[in-house]
Protein backbone atom coordinates (compact mmCIF):
# COMPACT_ATOMS: atom_id res chain seq x y z
CA UNK A 1 0.00 0.00 0.00
CA UNK A 2 2.92 2.53 0.84
CA UNK A 3 4.27 1.88 -2.93
CA UNK A 4 0.83 2.78 -4.33
CA UNK A 5 -0.21 5.43 -1.90
CA UNK A 6 3.34 7.18 -0.93
CA UNK A 7 4.15 7.49 -5.11
CA UNK A 8 0.84 8.06 -6.52
CA UNK A 9 0.31 11.68 -8.38
CA UNK A 10 -0.95 14.26 -6.86
CA UNK A 11 -4.66 14.61 -8.67
CA UNK A 12 -7.45 16.68 -8.16
CA UNK A 13 -8.79 14.05 -5.35
CA UNK A 14 -6.28 15.13 -3.32
CA UNK A 15 -6.82 18.42 -3.80
CA UNK A 16 -10.42 18.37 -2.61
CA UNK A 17 -10.06 16.19 -0.10
CA UNK A 18 -7.10 18.87 1.50
CA UNK A 19 -9.57 21.35 0.91
CA UNK A 20 -12.84 19.26 2.89
CA UNK A 21 -10.23 18.15 6.13
CA UNK A 22 -9.07 21.98 6.14
CA UNK A 23 -12.88 22.22 7.62
CA UNK A 24 -11.98 20.92 11.23
CA UNK A 25 -9.02 23.69 11.79
CA UNK A 26 -10.99 27.15 9.82
CA UNK A 27 -14.29 26.16 12.27
CA UNK A 28 -11.82 25.90 15.67
CA UNK A 29 -10.25 29.30 14.81
CA UNK A 30 -13.36 30.61 13.60
CA UNK A 31 -14.97 28.82 16.85
CA UNK A 32 -12.73 30.05 19.47
CA UNK A 33 -12.05 33.74 18.03
CA UNK A 34 -15.39 34.82 17.49
CA UNK A 35 -16.86 34.11 21.09
CA UNK A 36 -13.77 37.24 21.88
CA UNK A 37 -15.70 39.38 19.92
CA UNK A 38 -19.26 37.98 20.96
CA UNK A 39 -18.09 38.50 24.57
CA UNK A 40 -17.84 42.66 24.08
CA UNK A 41 -21.90 42.69 23.89
CA UNK A 42 -22.80 39.73 25.90
CA UNK A 43 -20.90 40.96 28.91
CA UNK A 44 -23.26 44.00 29.61
CA UNK A 45 -26.70 41.80 28.13
CA UNK A 46 -26.05 39.16 30.87
CA UNK A 47 -24.47 40.93 33.63
CA UNK A 48 -21.36 39.08 33.49
CA UNK A 49 -18.66 38.74 35.73
CA UNK A 50 -14.80 38.34 35.02
CA UNK A 51 -14.87 34.49 36.33
CA UNK A 52 -18.51 34.02 33.97
CA UNK A 53 -15.90 35.56 31.28
CA UNK A 54 -13.39 33.03 32.02
CA UNK A 55 -15.60 30.56 32.45
CA UNK A 56 -17.03 30.91 28.95
CA UNK A 57 -13.70 31.77 27.56
CA UNK A 58 -11.88 27.86 28.64
CA UNK A 59 -14.89 25.97 28.37
CA UNK A 60 -14.47 25.30 24.71
CA UNK A 61 -10.33 24.63 25.18
CA UNK A 62 -11.77 22.23 28.20
CA UNK A 63 -13.75 20.69 25.48
CA UNK A 64 -10.81 20.43 23.07
CA UNK A 65 -8.83 18.86 25.71
CA UNK A 66 -11.75 16.04 26.36
CA UNK A 67 -12.63 15.26 23.11
CA UNK A 68 -8.92 15.25 21.55
CA UNK A 69 -8.22 11.65 23.15
CA UNK A 70 -11.60 9.96 23.44
CA UNK A 71 -12.60 10.28 19.51
CA UNK A 72 -8.73 9.99 18.39
CA UNK A 73 -9.36 6.61 20.23
CA UNK A 74 -12.71 6.67 18.48
CA UNK A 75 -12.02 7.29 15.58
CA UNK A 76 -8.68 4.24 15.58
CA UNK A 77 -11.66 1.76 16.64
CA UNK A 78 -14.63 2.53 13.74
CA UNK A 79 -13.00 4.29 11.21
CA UNK A 80 -12.28 8.02 9.74
CA UNK A 81 -15.61 8.20 7.45
CA UNK A 82 -18.21 7.95 9.85
CA UNK A 83 -16.45 10.48 12.09
CA UNK A 84 -16.16 12.64 9.60
CA UNK A 85 -20.11 14.57 9.29
CA UNK A 86 -20.90 13.15 12.38
CA UNK A 87 -18.51 15.86 14.32
CA UNK A 88 -19.55 18.19 11.67
CA UNK A 89 -23.29 17.59 12.59
CA UNK A 90 -22.53 18.32 16.16
CA UNK A 91 -21.34 21.95 15.84
CA UNK A 92 -23.89 22.69 13.73
CA UNK A 93 -26.39 21.70 16.59
CA UNK A 94 -24.35 23.83 19.09
CA UNK A 95 -23.55 26.75 16.63
CA UNK A 96 -27.93 26.63 16.33
CA UNK A 97 -28.69 26.60 19.58
CA UNK A 98 -26.12 29.13 20.82
CA UNK A 99 -28.77 31.76 19.34
CA UNK A 100 -31.33 31.07 22.04
CA UNK A 101 -29.37 31.03 25.15
CA UNK A 102 -30.11 32.76 27.85
CA UNK A 103 -27.29 31.82 30.83
CA UNK A 104 -23.92 31.71 31.18
CA UNK A 105 -24.05 27.71 32.49
CA UNK A 106 -25.82 27.06 28.56
CA UNK A 107 -23.37 29.11 26.88
CA UNK A 108 -20.66 27.16 28.53
CA UNK A 109 -22.40 24.03 27.88
CA UNK A 110 -22.39 24.59 24.36
CA UNK A 111 -18.80 26.03 23.95
CA UNK A 112 -17.70 22.55 25.86
CA UNK A 113 -19.14 20.79 23.34
CA UNK A 114 -18.47 22.71 20.58
CA UNK A 115 -14.77 22.01 21.83
CA UNK A 116 -14.85 18.09 22.09
CA UNK A 117 -16.72 18.28 18.19
CA UNK A 118 -13.61 20.45 17.01
CA UNK A 119 -10.75 18.29 18.87
CA UNK A 120 -12.73 15.21 17.34
CA UNK A 121 -12.10 16.49 14.00
CA UNK A 122 -8.50 16.69 13.74
CA UNK A 123 -7.51 13.38 14.83
CA UNK A 124 -10.33 12.37 12.04
CA UNK A 125 -9.66 14.30 9.36
CA UNK A 126 -6.08 14.69 9.43
CA UNK A 127 -5.41 10.93 9.98
CA UNK A 128 -7.45 10.62 6.36
CA UNK A 129 -5.50 13.21 4.74
CA UNK A 130 -2.21 11.65 5.44
CA UNK A 131 -3.36 8.56 4.26
CA UNK A 132 -4.39 9.02 1.29
CA UNK A 133 -1.44 11.63 0.67
CA UNK A 134 1.59 11.29 -1.83
CA UNK A 135 4.41 11.04 0.49
CA UNK A 136 6.26 14.28 -1.75
CA UNK A 137 3.13 16.14 -0.70
CA UNK A 138 2.50 14.89 2.52
CA UNK A 139 4.25 17.76 4.55
CA UNK A 140 3.16 20.72 2.86
CA UNK A 141 -0.90 19.55 2.75
CA UNK A 142 -0.84 18.45 6.00
CA UNK A 143 1.02 21.85 7.08
CA UNK A 144 -1.51 23.73 5.60
CA UNK A 145 -4.40 22.19 7.67
CA UNK A 146 -2.85 25.00 10.15
CA UNK A 147 -3.19 27.98 7.64
CA UNK A 148 -7.00 27.23 7.59
CA UNK A 149 -6.84 27.91 11.88
CA UNK A 150 -5.73 31.25 10.91
CA UNK A 151 -7.38 32.19 8.51
CA UNK A 152 -10.90 31.50 10.54
CA UNK A 153 -9.43 33.53 12.98
CA UNK A 154 -8.88 35.99 10.91
CA UNK A 155 -12.40 35.47 9.41
CA UNK A 156 -13.74 35.41 12.65
CA UNK A 157 -12.45 39.21 13.69
CA UNK A 158 -13.52 41.00 10.32
CA UNK A 159 -17.16 39.00 10.62
CA UNK A 160 -17.36 40.13 14.45
CA UNK A 161 -16.46 43.71 13.62
CA UNK A 162 -18.67 44.13 10.61
CA UNK A 163 -21.62 42.78 13.21
CA UNK A 164 -20.62 45.54 15.70
CA UNK A 165 -20.59 47.93 13.40
CA UNK A 166 -23.62 47.30 11.59
CA UNK A 167 -25.81 45.97 14.52
CA UNK A 168 -24.19 46.41 17.51
CA UNK A 169 -23.09 44.73 20.60
CA UNK A 170 -26.58 42.90 20.95
CA UNK A 171 -25.61 40.90 17.72
CA UNK A 172 -24.00 38.72 19.93
CA UNK A 173 -26.17 35.47 19.31
CA UNK A 174 -25.91 36.29 15.87
CA UNK A 175 -21.93 36.14 16.27
CA UNK A 176 -22.66 32.26 17.97
CA UNK A 177 -24.85 31.03 15.64
CA UNK A 178 -22.76 31.96 12.43
CA UNK A 179 -20.46 29.06 12.52
CA UNK A 180 -23.31 27.49 11.55
CA UNK A 181 -22.73 28.68 7.73
CA UNK A 182 -19.16 27.45 7.52
CA UNK A 183 -20.21 24.10 9.12
CA UNK A 184 -22.90 23.75 6.32
CA UNK A 185 -20.33 24.64 3.81
CA UNK A 186 -17.93 22.07 4.77
CA UNK A 187 -20.58 19.46 5.30
CA UNK A 188 -21.49 19.86 1.49
CA UNK A 189 -18.14 19.77 0.84
CA UNK A 190 -17.31 16.35 2.66
CA UNK A 191 -19.98 14.44 0.58
CA UNK A 192 -18.68 11.43 -0.66
CA UNK A 193 -15.15 11.46 1.36
CA UNK A 194 -14.17 8.02 0.87
CA UNK A 195 -12.52 5.99 4.16
CA UNK A 196 -8.66 5.50 4.73
CA UNK A 197 -7.78 2.31 2.10
CA UNK A 198 -5.16 1.93 5.06
CA UNK A 199 -7.60 1.71 7.91
CA UNK A 200 -9.61 -0.56 5.45
CA UNK A 201 -6.45 -2.52 5.44
CA UNK A 202 -5.47 -3.09 8.93
CA UNK A 203 -8.97 -3.78 9.71
CA UNK A 204 -9.24 -6.70 7.66
CA UNK A 205 -11.32 -5.22 4.72
CA UNK A 206 -8.89 -5.81 1.99
CA UNK A 207 -11.50 -5.79 -0.66
CA UNK A 208 -12.87 -2.58 0.44
CA UNK A 209 -9.31 -0.97 0.56
CA UNK A 210 -8.99 -2.40 -3.15
CA UNK A 211 -11.83 -0.64 -4.59
CA UNK A 212 -11.66 2.45 -2.99
CA UNK A 213 -7.85 2.56 -4.22
CA UNK A 214 -8.51 2.06 -7.72
CA UNK A 215 -11.81 4.25 -7.66
CA UNK A 216 -9.66 7.62 -6.54
CA UNK A 217 -6.62 7.03 -7.63
CA UNK A 218 -7.18 5.51 -10.63
CA UNK A 219 -4.84 2.60 -10.46
CA UNK A 220 -5.31 -1.19 -9.75
CA UNK A 221 -3.78 -2.99 -7.14
CA UNK A 222 -2.79 -6.56 -5.45
CA UNK A 223 -4.99 -7.65 -2.57
CA UNK A 224 -1.50 -8.79 -1.41
CA UNK A 225 0.20 -5.39 -1.15
CA UNK A 226 -2.40 -3.85 0.76
CA UNK A 227 -2.25 -6.55 3.62
CA UNK A 228 -1.29 -4.92 6.56
CA UNK A 229 1.70 -6.49 8.80
CA UNK A 230 0.21 -8.63 10.91
CA UNK A 231 2.16 -7.38 14.14
CA UNK A 232 -0.21 -4.01 13.49
CA UNK A 233 -3.22 -6.25 13.70
CA UNK A 234 -1.99 -7.83 16.73
CA UNK A 235 -2.11 -4.45 18.47
CA UNK A 236 -5.25 -2.76 17.05
CA UNK A 237 -6.73 -2.99 20.27
CA UNK A 238 -4.11 -1.46 22.14
CA UNK A 239 -4.85 2.34 21.76
CA UNK A 240 -4.19 5.11 24.14
CA UNK A 241 -1.71 1.97 26.50
CA UNK A 242 0.68 1.23 22.86
CA UNK A 243 1.02 5.19 23.51
CA UNK A 244 2.84 4.87 26.42
CA UNK A 245 5.13 1.77 26.06
CA UNK A 246 8.64 2.00 25.14
CA UNK A 247 8.70 2.06 21.27
CA UNK A 248 6.39 5.16 21.26
CA UNK A 249 6.54 6.80 24.77
CA UNK A 250 9.28 9.53 23.75
CA UNK A 251 7.45 10.50 20.56
CA UNK A 252 4.32 10.59 22.57
CA UNK A 253 6.30 12.92 24.76
CA UNK A 254 7.48 14.65 22.05
CA UNK A 255 4.20 15.22 19.96
CA UNK A 256 2.24 16.47 22.79
CA UNK A 257 4.88 18.95 24.77
CA UNK A 258 5.93 20.79 21.56
CA UNK A 259 2.56 21.28 20.94
CA UNK A 260 1.72 22.55 24.25
CA UNK A 261 4.88 24.69 24.76
CA UNK A 262 4.03 26.46 21.49
CA UNK A 263 0.29 27.04 21.84
CA UNK A 264 0.50 28.24 25.36
CA UNK A 265 2.31 31.62 24.75
CA UNK A 266 0.41 31.49 21.47
CA UNK A 267 -3.08 31.66 22.55
CA UNK A 268 -2.74 33.82 25.14
CA UNK A 269 -0.98 35.91 22.66
CA UNK A 270 -4.47 36.11 20.16
CA UNK A 271 -6.70 36.13 23.27
CA UNK A 272 -4.91 39.39 24.97
CA UNK A 273 -2.99 40.95 22.37
CA UNK A 274 -4.76 43.98 22.77
CA UNK A 275 -3.84 44.40 26.62
CA UNK A 276 -0.55 43.16 26.22
CA UNK A 277 -0.02 46.04 23.60
CA UNK A 278 -1.72 48.79 25.75
CA UNK A 279 0.53 47.92 28.63
CA UNK A 280 3.71 49.39 25.92
CA UNK A 281 0.94 52.32 25.26
CA UNK A 282 -0.99 50.99 22.38
CA UNK A 283 -4.37 52.78 22.34
CA UNK A 284 -7.41 50.46 22.99
CA UNK A 285 -11.06 50.18 22.02
CA UNK A 286 -13.48 48.61 19.90
CA UNK A 287 -11.24 48.36 16.46
CA UNK A 288 -7.83 47.37 18.15
CA UNK A 289 -10.12 44.20 20.10
CA UNK A 290 -11.02 43.04 16.73
CA UNK A 291 -9.33 44.31 13.55
CA UNK A 292 -6.26 44.76 15.74
CA UNK A 293 -6.37 41.12 16.91
CA UNK A 294 -7.40 39.89 13.39
CA UNK A 295 -4.19 41.60 12.50
CA UNK A 296 -2.18 39.55 14.60
CA UNK A 297 -3.58 36.11 13.81
CA UNK A 298 -3.10 37.26 9.83
CA UNK A 299 0.66 37.53 10.64
CA UNK A 300 0.51 34.14 12.32
CA UNK A 301 -0.96 32.93 9.28
CA UNK A 302 2.01 34.44 7.02
CA UNK A 303 4.32 32.81 8.27
CA UNK A 304 3.06 29.49 8.00
CA UNK A 305 3.50 29.91 3.85
CA UNK A 306 7.82 29.85 4.04
CA UNK A 307 7.59 27.55 6.54
CA UNK A 308 5.36 25.09 4.47
CA UNK A 309 8.34 25.42 1.74
CA UNK A 310 11.34 24.81 3.96
CA UNK A 311 9.58 21.22 6.16
CA UNK A 312 9.97 20.02 2.48
CA UNK A 313 13.46 21.47 1.79
CA UNK A 314 15.23 21.59 4.52
CA UNK A 315 13.52 19.01 6.75
CA UNK A 316 11.22 19.02 9.85
CA UNK A 317 13.88 19.06 12.22
CA UNK A 318 15.78 21.95 11.30
CA UNK A 319 12.09 23.73 10.78
CA UNK A 320 11.13 22.95 14.23
CA UNK A 321 14.68 23.64 16.49
CA UNK A 322 15.54 26.62 14.54
CA UNK A 323 11.75 28.22 14.84
CA UNK A 324 11.51 27.36 18.35
CA UNK A 325 15.18 28.95 18.68
CA UNK A 326 14.41 32.10 16.82
CA UNK A 327 10.55 32.79 18.84
CA UNK A 328 12.40 32.80 21.96
CA UNK A 329 14.06 36.14 21.14
CA UNK A 330 11.53 38.44 20.76
CA UNK A 331 9.88 37.49 23.70
CA UNK A 332 13.35 37.34 26.21
CA UNK A 333 13.30 41.10 24.27
CA UNK A 334 10.48 42.40 25.77
CA UNK A 335 11.08 40.50 28.28
CA UNK A 336 14.63 42.44 29.57
CA UNK A 337 12.97 45.42 28.17
CA UNK A 338 9.14 46.07 29.62
CA UNK A 339 9.23 50.12 28.97
CA UNK A 340 9.99 49.33 25.10
CA UNK A 341 8.18 51.87 22.37
CA UNK A 342 4.71 50.38 21.57
CA UNK A 343 6.32 50.13 18.24
CA UNK A 344 9.20 48.26 18.94
CA UNK A 345 6.64 45.57 21.17
CA UNK A 346 4.03 45.27 18.47
CA UNK A 347 7.51 44.58 15.51
CA UNK A 348 8.27 42.20 18.46
CA UNK A 349 4.78 40.50 19.04
CA UNK A 350 4.41 40.07 15.11
CA UNK A 351 7.89 38.56 14.62
CA UNK A 352 7.08 36.42 17.19
CA UNK A 353 4.18 35.64 15.23
CA UNK A 354 5.80 35.33 12.37
CA UNK A 355 8.24 32.43 13.42
CA UNK A 356 5.79 30.29 14.78
CA UNK A 357 5.00 29.66 11.32
CA UNK A 358 7.45 26.63 11.75
CA UNK A 359 5.81 24.67 14.75
CA UNK A 360 2.63 25.59 13.56
CA UNK A 361 2.80 23.74 10.36
CA UNK A 362 3.83 20.66 11.94
CA UNK A 363 1.42 20.24 14.73
CA UNK A 364 -0.22 17.90 13.07
CA UNK A 365 2.42 16.58 10.38
CA UNK A 366 4.70 15.09 12.62
CA UNK A 367 2.12 13.29 14.79
CA UNK A 368 0.69 11.77 12.08
CA UNK A 369 4.12 10.76 10.60
CA UNK A 370 5.48 9.27 13.60
CA UNK A 371 2.69 6.95 14.57
CA UNK A 372 1.04 3.52 12.05
CA UNK A 373 -2.33 3.22 11.18
CA UNK A 374 -3.47 1.61 14.20
CA UNK A 375 -3.00 4.23 16.42
CA UNK A 376 -2.52 7.23 14.37
CA UNK A 377 -5.95 9.36 15.46
CA UNK A 378 -4.94 8.47 19.15
CA UNK A 379 -1.84 10.02 18.76
CA UNK A 380 -2.98 13.03 16.95
CA UNK A 381 -5.69 13.41 19.54
CA UNK A 382 -3.61 12.73 22.15
CA UNK A 383 -1.32 15.78 21.29
CA UNK A 384 -4.33 17.93 20.32
CA UNK A 385 -5.50 17.38 23.80
CA UNK A 386 -1.90 17.87 25.65
CA UNK A 387 -1.77 21.61 23.47
CA UNK A 388 -5.03 22.14 24.86
CA UNK A 389 -3.63 21.77 28.70
CA UNK A 390 -1.19 24.82 27.85
CA UNK A 391 -3.86 26.69 25.92
CA UNK A 392 -6.11 27.05 28.78
CA UNK A 393 -3.07 27.49 31.40
CA UNK A 394 -1.71 30.77 29.09
CA UNK A 395 -4.79 31.86 28.67
CA UNK A 396 -6.12 31.94 32.21
CA UNK A 397 -2.86 32.66 34.12
CA UNK A 398 -1.60 35.93 31.56
CA UNK A 399 -4.08 38.83 32.19
CA UNK A 400 -3.45 37.49 36.60
CA UNK A 401 0.29 37.91 35.01
CA UNK A 402 0.30 41.25 33.70
CA UNK A 403 -1.78 42.61 36.66
CA UNK A 404 0.30 40.55 39.10
CA UNK A 405 3.66 40.48 37.94
CA UNK A 406 3.58 43.10 35.30
CA UNK A 407 4.90 42.93 31.52
CA UNK A 408 8.36 41.90 31.73
CA UNK A 409 8.06 38.71 34.37
CA UNK A 410 5.19 37.75 31.70
CA UNK A 411 6.88 37.56 28.77
CA UNK A 412 9.73 36.09 30.67
CA UNK A 413 7.73 33.20 31.24
CA UNK A 414 6.25 33.27 27.85
CA UNK A 415 10.18 32.95 26.77
CA UNK A 416 10.79 30.39 29.25
CA UNK A 417 7.94 28.43 28.14
CA UNK A 418 9.01 28.41 24.17
CA UNK A 419 13.25 27.93 25.57
CA UNK A 420 11.91 24.76 26.79
CA UNK A 421 9.90 23.82 23.87
CA UNK A 422 13.41 24.35 22.32
CA UNK A 423 14.84 21.94 24.44
CA UNK A 424 12.16 19.16 23.29
CA UNK A 425 13.11 19.54 19.97
CA UNK A 426 16.30 19.41 20.31
CA UNK A 427 16.17 16.18 22.39
CA UNK A 428 13.47 14.36 20.56
CA UNK A 429 12.52 16.03 17.00
CA UNK A 430 13.02 13.09 14.41
CA UNK A 431 13.40 13.76 10.75
CA UNK A 432 10.16 12.29 8.76
CA UNK A 433 10.79 14.58 5.24
CA UNK A 434 10.62 11.76 2.69
CA UNK A 435 9.44 9.00 4.59
CA UNK A 436 6.55 6.34 3.06
CA UNK A 437 3.96 6.86 6.27
CA UNK A 438 4.78 3.71 7.95
CA UNK A 439 8.46 4.06 7.77
CA UNK A 440 8.95 5.98 10.82
CA UNK A 441 7.03 3.72 12.96
CA UNK A 442 8.42 0.68 11.20
CA UNK A 443 11.70 1.63 12.58
CA UNK A 444 10.68 1.96 16.07
CA UNK A 445 9.29 -1.55 16.00
CA UNK A 446 12.94 -2.68 14.95
CA UNK A 447 14.20 -0.92 17.32
CA UNK A 448 16.65 1.65 14.68
CA UNK A 449 14.76 4.61 15.01
CA UNK A 450 16.87 7.14 13.30
CA UNK A 451 16.71 10.77 12.97
CA UNK A 452 17.57 10.94 9.34
CA UNK A 453 14.82 10.83 6.53
CA UNK A 454 14.16 7.72 4.67
CA UNK A 455 13.13 7.41 0.70
CA UNK A 456 9.72 6.58 0.40
CA UNK A 457 10.84 3.70 -2.09
CA UNK A 458 13.32 2.15 0.35
CA UNK A 459 10.69 1.78 2.53
CA UNK A 460 7.89 0.65 0.09
CA UNK A 461 8.34 -2.86 -0.01
CA UNK A 462 8.44 -2.73 4.35
CA UNK A 463 6.45 -0.41 5.45
CA UNK A 464 2.69 -1.38 6.04
CA UNK A 465 1.57 1.87 7.78
Not at 15 to 20: D, E, F, Y
Not at 322 to 341: D, E, H, I, K, Y
Not at 347 to 364: E, I, K, Q, R, S
Not at 451 to 462: D, K, L, M, Y
Request: glycine letters at 10%; a positive charge.
Amino acid sequence: MSQTIDNAPYTAFHRRLALACSGGPLLDGYILSIVGVALIGMRPDLGLSTAQVSLIGAAALVGMFVGGALFGVLTDRIGREVMYTADLLVMVACSVLSFWVDSVWAIAVLRFVLGMAVAADYPIATSLLAEWLPAKHRGRLLGQQIVAWYAGSVLAYVVGYLFLELAGPGSWRWMLASSTVLCVVFLVIRRGSPESPRWLAANGRVGDAVRVVEKHLGVRVDGRELMPDPAERARRSSGLRLLMTPPYRRRTLFCGLFFLCQVGPLFAMLTFGPQILSSFGMPGGTVMETLGTGLISLVFLLGCYPALRLIDTKGRRPVIVWSFALMTVPLALLGVWPTAPAAVALTALCAYAFLCGGPNVLDWTYPNELFPTEIRATAVGVATSVSRIGAAVGTYLLPLSLTGLGTGPTMLIAAGTTALGLLVCVLWAEETRGTALGAAPAAVRTGTAKTSAVPAQRVAQTARG
